[in-house]
């Protein structure tokens, strides 16, 4: 039998995993995570151990942990931790609008450089020139 606080250890211990200097037994673990609980989990560490973690989980599913994260939790950071050509992978596994929404939280320059390593640049940008959507500077 469970105990209501067992989701909450078990984050704790996948968060404990992705602290460790090897990160197989936390990759193996995340493998079966909601992107939600990936979203806390990274939202938990530290820069360096979230920008390790997300570098090393599989594309779609760190891309998925991304947009699950709540926008104080500045998924955009992590974009620009991880450099225009991995930030490009990750948000081409996005839906159009998430991808959009995200890509918009980063700074001209960036968000530029993002823009020119993706696929369908065309359709975020559409996406990006929707209302509330910061504009591009």
């Known amino acids: 039998m469970t105990t209501p606080e067992a989701p909450e ?8 995993l992705a602290e460790q200097d090897d990160l197989r037994p936390f990759l193996a673990r995340a ?10 989990i990274l939202a938990a560490l530290d820069e360096a151990h979230r920008v390790r973690v997300i570098s090393e989980l599989p ?16 998924p955009e950071e992590l974009l620009l931790a991880v450099g225009p050509e991995y930030a490009a992978e990750l948000v081409e596994e996005l839906p159009s609008d998430d991808a959009a929404d995200l890509v918009a939280e980063l700074p001209a320059r960036e968000r530029e450089a ?21 504009p591009a500077v």
């Open 9 to 16: 250890l078990r984050l704790d211990e996948l968060k404990e």
């Open 31 to 40: 493998k079966n995570c909601h992107p939600s609980d990936l979203a806390d």
């Open 59 to 74: 594309t779609e599913l760190a891309s998925s942990a991304l947009a699950e994260m709540e926008a104080a939790e500045h």
């Open 114 to 134: 993002v823009l020119e390593e993706i696929t369908d640049r065309a359709g975020v940008e559409r996406l990006l020139e929707y209302p509330g959507t910061p």
